[in-house]
């Protein structure tokens, strides 16, 4: 279960007074998420947009067989006219999908 920092939970009523207050922590990354609580339990979170569309692509590349994952891979290499070696390679898809862990 995630954890929410008091910063990160608000009730509906309070969101709906603070709405443009809770934006700006969103897109200031003063807060990570926010927790829209309903009797005293997470409902529903908001997050930053870069985080959503993190969180998309994270899930696209997950749905993937391996077959699948592996030519989408190449295909997103290949569009730079630079040659890789193997060891390139693994090390630039083992960053990118560092970038979707956590």
Do not use: C
């Not at 930053?48 to 993937?64: P, S």
């Amino acid at each position: 279960m995630t954890a929410y920092t008091r910063d990160e939970m608000v009730s509906v009523t309070d969101l709906l007074k603070g709405f443009k207050n809770a934006l700006h922590k969103l897109s200031s990354h003063e807060v990570e998420k926010i927790a829209i609580m309903k009797n005293n339990k997470p409902e529903a979170v908001i997050v930053a947009i870069d985080e959503y569309e993190m969180l998309r692509e994270y899930k696209y590349w997950n749905t993937l067989s391996e077959k699948e994952y592996l030519k989408k891979s190449h295909e997103s290499l290949a569009t730079n006219a630079r040659a890789y070696s193997i060891d390139e390679l693994d090390a630039r898809i083992e960053k990118t999908i560092s970038q979707y862990e956590n």
